[in-house]
């Protein structure tokens, strides 16, 4: 009897204090350090952190969820406004890194007025975290693609120009720092024109998609080429250094992505393909064509090559399905032979235009030359340059 009296009482008071822990537990969770923190402070530690880090926050527990989903807009408002402190100013002559944060790709993509609130201020209303997470993708998208056409241009640039190659050093150490630092230096006057790009072609989506509810939007291309002029008669393309910058650099991205597509596809039928990717995509399809030839140089190095199929061979002939349903989009009509994509469609054609109505025919643009080795120089330019030409 002892001893079971023994066993009793041992168990009654475990019983009593796993009750105590749980309620101890409870009430601790219930007055949380974070559900503590004052509303301004909490936003404040959130706004500091990357995103994946918030999102990791908000599921680690309810309570914490649900005050991330409470303080979302304030969250998301603080998150940008942190970084435009920490930069404050952009520009396209390279002097900022191509790390810095979306503060400068959200002046260009402001969040859409919230569709309950016409007519109503709601300064934070729209903004969200996956507003964030859009804008994080599409920086990433310009850092990637600045970075694959710096990449393309200046080991073509050393390969091909007479100066650089009697220039260019034996030593592979200072070929690889030339080579890295006229990469960077790229890579940092293309980041921003870029991205001015994507606006572009965003706005251009939205004006067509608005513009003709019928379907039949590239049945008057004039009508499509006057809209796209309007676009870069407006911000930020007003300022004529940014809107020649800008064509500068989607001249270069053509004329880059012409030559690494041939010799599958010709000079002259690359113009309608890199048309049909700007017209299918903003810009994430040209940066899989960048990628696909970065898997087959890797394929390459290590000995794996092989001459019958490639990551750049197989996204051409994706390209095609692409194609044939550009065409079925066009409907049933006799024009559609003249409807298919060409270069002058997007952007080209309206940049000319706009060229013209400002008298910017012929034209400079400041810091459009990049040094690489020496005397041999990279330029960001088109046709209608001063000396464009000459050496």
Same mark, same amino acid.
């Given at each position: 009897?002892?001893?079971?009296?023994?066993?009793?009482?041992?168990?009654?008071?475990?019983?009593?204090?796993?009750?105590?822990?749980?309620?101890?537990?409870?009430?601790?969770?219930?007055?949380?350090?974070?559900?503590?923190?004052?509303?301004?402070?909490?936003?404040?530690?959130?706004?500091?952190?990357?995103?994946?880090? %918030?999102?990791?926050?908000?599921?680690?527990?309810?309570?914490?969820?649900?005050?991330?989903?409470?303080?979302?807009?304030? %969250?998301?408002?603080?998150?940008?406004?942190?970084?435009?402190?920490?930069?404050?100013?952009?520009?396209?002559?390279?002097?900022?890194?191509?790390?810095?944060?979306?503060?400068?790709?959200?002046?260009?993509?402001?969040?859409?007025?919230?569709?309950?609130?016409?007519?109503?201020?709601?300064?934070?209303?729209?903004?969200?975290?996956?507003?964030?997470?859009?804008?994080?993708?599409?920086?990433?998208?310009?850092?990637?693609?600045?970075?694959?056409?710096?990449?393309?241009?200046?080991?073509?640039?050393?390969?091909?120009?007479?100066?650089?190659?009697?220039?260019?050093?034996?030593?592979?150490?200072?070929?690889?720092?030339?080579?890295?630092?006229?990469?960077?230096?790229?890579?940092?006057?293309?980041?921003?024109?870029?991205?001015?790009?994507?606006?572009?072609?965003?706005?251009?989506?939205?004006?067509?998609?608005?513009?003709?509810?019928?379907?039949?939007?590239?049945?008057?291309?004039?009508?499509?080429?006057?809209?796209?002029?309007?676009?870069?008669?407006?911000?930020?393309?007003?300022?004529?250094?940014?809107?020649?910058?800008?064509?500068?650099?989607?001249?270069?991205?053509?004329?880059?992505?012409?030559?690494?597509?041939?010799?599958?596809?010709?000079?002259?039928?690359?113009?309608?393909?890199?048309?049909?990717?700007?017209?299918?995509?903003?810009?994430?399809? %040209?940066?899989?064509?960048?990628?696909?030839?970065?898997?087959?140089?890797?394929?390459?190095?290590?000995?794996?090559?092989?001459?019958?199929?490639?990551?750049?061979?197989?996204?051409?002939?994706?390209?095609?399905?692409?194609?044939?349903?550009?065409?079925?989009?066009?409907?049933?009509?006799?024009?559609?032979?003249?409807?298919?994509?060409?270069?002058?469609?997007?952007?080209?054609?309206?940049?000319?235009?706009?060229?013209?109505?400002?008298?910017? %025919?012929?034209?400079?643009?400041?810091?459009?030359?990049?040094?690489?080795?020496?005397?041999?120089?990279?330029?960001?330019?088109?046709?209608?340059?001063?000396?464009?030409?000459?050496?």
């Amino acid at each position: 009897m002892t001893h079971t009296h023994f066993i009793h009482r041992v168990r009654t008071v475990l019983r009593r204090g796993k009750r105590g822990s749980m309620s101890a537990g409870s009430k601790a969770s219930k007055a949380s350090g974070w559900e503590r923190l004052p509303s301004h402070i909490f936003v404040m530690i959130l706004a500091s952190c990357d995103l994946k880090d %918030i999102g990791s926050l908000s599921l680690s527990c309810r309570a914490l969820h649900g005050r991330v989903s409470k303080l979302e807009f304030a %969250i998301a408002w603080a998150y940008i406004q942190l970084r435009k402190q920490k930069h404050p100013g952009h520009c396209i002559d390279g002097s900022l890194s191509p790390g810095d944060d979306i503060a400068f790709v959200s002046e260009l993509f402001p969040p859409p007025p919230p569709h309950y609130s016409k007519g109503v201020a709601h300064d934070n209303a729209s903004y969200s975290l996956g507003y964030l997470g859009d804008l994080k993708r599409c920086w990433n998208t310009c850092i990637r693609l600045s970075h694959h056409l710096a990449d393309h241009v200046v080991a073509h640039h050393l390969e091909t120009s007479t100066i650089a190659q009697h220039l260019w050093s034996s030593s592979q150490t200072e070929k690889e720092v030339v080579y890295s630092k006229a990469v960077a230096s790229l890579q940092a006057k293309l980041l921003y024109p870029i991205a001015y790009a994507v606006f572009f072609l965003e706005s251009s989506a939205s004006s067509d998609s608005d513009s003709d509810h019928s379907g039949h939007r590239h049945k008057n291309m004039a009508s499509s080429i006057e809209r796209q002029q309007s676009i870069l008669r407006n911000a930020p393309f007003d300022d004529t250094h940014i809107f020649l910058s800008t064509h500068h650099c989607m001249q270069l991205l053509f004329s880059t992505v012409q030559r690494l597509m041939g010799p599958e596809i010709p000079h002259s039928s690359a113009k309608s393909w890199f048309s049909l990717l700007l017209t299918t995509s903003t810009m994430e399809r %040209i940066v899989s064509f960048f990628v696909s030839i970065a898997k087959d140089n890797q394929r390459k190095r290590k000995g794996e090559h092989d001459s019958t199929w490639s990551h750049r061979k197989e996204f051409l002939w994706a390209m095609r399905w692409d194609l044939n349903e550009y065409n079925a989009s066009l409907g049933d009509h006799g024009e559609q032979s003249d409807l298919e994509p060409k270069i002058n469609h997007i952007w080209f054609q309206a940049a000319q235009n706009e060229m013209d109505r400002r008298g910017a %025919i012929p034209h400079t643009v400041q810091d459009s030359e990049l040094h690489v080795l020496h005397g041999s120089i990279v330029r960001l330019e088109c046709e209608y340059c001063y000396d464009c030409y000459d050496e």
